[in-house]
């Protein structure tokens, strides 16, 4: 059976910066809050009205095509993570197929709703459907248009402030070789804690998991949408909402635990690794799973500090990074990992 390898990658940031003492000036918190916590010292940010999340991974995805030696015609299957998509429907893969100009028709669209762990689906469903040979040019997007929605007041601060905008993408295709490709993808969720990191509102729950549903504010009409309410406008229901203490523990404790799945699984040990490409969800927490795992500062790739979390663009940006910065050489052990909201976590050994 066949190997599934990267043969192209390429990343997207948007120009405008948005610093730490940008943030000080909008609402109540400080760099030092911000650096200590997280590690971040700016992110980046589209344009409004000239980028979106679809636009971005377009970008992205036209230098993982030229790097791949590639047409977008070659491209025979899109897969597309993101949890700010352009429309709440269609998703973007089919807004990325149109811009890239692939031929009407001639390749499938996917989308992908995990999150922070969304890249780390997408590859391993890509690795599925190239091992069997279905298909041999997948084109894998994660992108993030965060400050779109975000809460940029001191009332969404402890959620606004990690985010930032991006987008990264890689062309997989199947090789014979037996030395290079993709090991093994290791997928987890845990869905009683969705709620600990989740954007809510709008949507179709109508309260039906929550014990105060009364603050939507919904009318009895049975045929009266319960999408959006005013009442979740006035009350700013319409934002994401994080459990940060809790979300930082099960991640230290889910990081380490997957990616010693991998390891195990290839016979490996972290010693072994040329590098770890984490999901950026706070330095804190990768600085937690490097100490925990005996990893050296060479081994773990952290650029959080310059992008804030982006999502489920963080891994495929840092990876494209790491790669054109010459951390990543032919044959190399390459660890992707990441955990998020759903719970979902998971992760991606390789040999590059
Ligand atoms: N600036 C200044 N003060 C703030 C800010 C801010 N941006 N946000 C919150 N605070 C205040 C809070 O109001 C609180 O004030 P109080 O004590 O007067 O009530 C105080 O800071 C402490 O708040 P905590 O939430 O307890 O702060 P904590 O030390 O837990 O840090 C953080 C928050 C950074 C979110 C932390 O919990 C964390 O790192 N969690 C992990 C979650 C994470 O990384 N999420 C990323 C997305 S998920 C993912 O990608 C896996």
Not at 1 to 26: F, R
Request: with cysteine; aromatic share 10%; proline share 3%.
């Amino acid at each position: 059976m066949n190997k599934t390898i990267i043969k192209g990658i390429g990343h997207y940031i948007p120009d405008n910066v948005l610093t730490n003492q940008d943030l000080e000036s909008i609402m109540d918190t400080d760099d030092g809050w911000i650096r200590e916590r997280t590690g971040i010292i700016e992110r980046h940010v589209v344009t409004k009205f000239k980028e979106t999340t679809a636009t971005m991974g377009v970008e992205a995805a036209r230098k993982a095509i030229r790097s791949a030696g590639i047409e977008p015609d070659d491209i025979d299957f899109i897969i597309f993570a993101t949890l700010s998509p352009d429309y709440y429907f269609p998703g973007c893969g089919v807004l990325a197929q149109r811009m890239l100009g692939i031929s009407e028709g001639e390749c499938g669209a996917l989308d992908i709703r995990n999150q922070c762990s969304g890249f780390i689906y997408g590859m391993s469903v890509a690795d599925q459907f190239i091992k069997t040979g279905m298909y041999r040019n997948i084109l894998l997007i994660g992108s993030e248009a965060h400050s779109l929605g975000m809460d940029y007041s001191t009332r969404g601060r402890d959620v606004s402030v990690i985010f930032g905008d991006g987008a990264g993408a890689v062309i997989l295709q199947p090789t014979e070789n037996e030395t290079s490709g993709i090991l093994s993808t290791h997928l987890h969720s845990d869905g009683r804690y969705a709620e600990k990191l989740a954007f809510i509102s709008p949507g179709c729950h109508g309260g039906y998991y929550a014990d105060d549903a009364e603050k939507y504010g919904f009318s009895e009409d049975p045929l009266e949408s319960v999408f959006l309410t005013q009442a979740m406008l006035d009350d700013h229901l319409t934002f994401p909402q994080m459990d940060g203490q809790f979300v930082f523990k099960h991640a230290v404790t889910k990081f380490p635990e997957v990616i010693q799945e991998a390891l195990k699984k290839a016979g490996k040990k972290a010693s072994d690794l040329k590098i770890l490409i984490p999901h950026q969800a706070n330095l804190r927490i990768s600085q937690f799973v490097q100490k925990r795992m005996g990893l050296t500062d060479d081994q773990v790739y952290n650029n959080i500090q310059k992008y804030g979390n982006t999502t489920a663009a963080s891994i495929p940006i840092a990876l494209s990074e790491a790669y054109h910065e010459g951390r990543i050489d032919h044959g190399d052990l390459v660890c992707l990992a990441a955990f998020g909201s759903g719970f979902t976590w998971g992760s991606v050994l390789l040999n590059w």
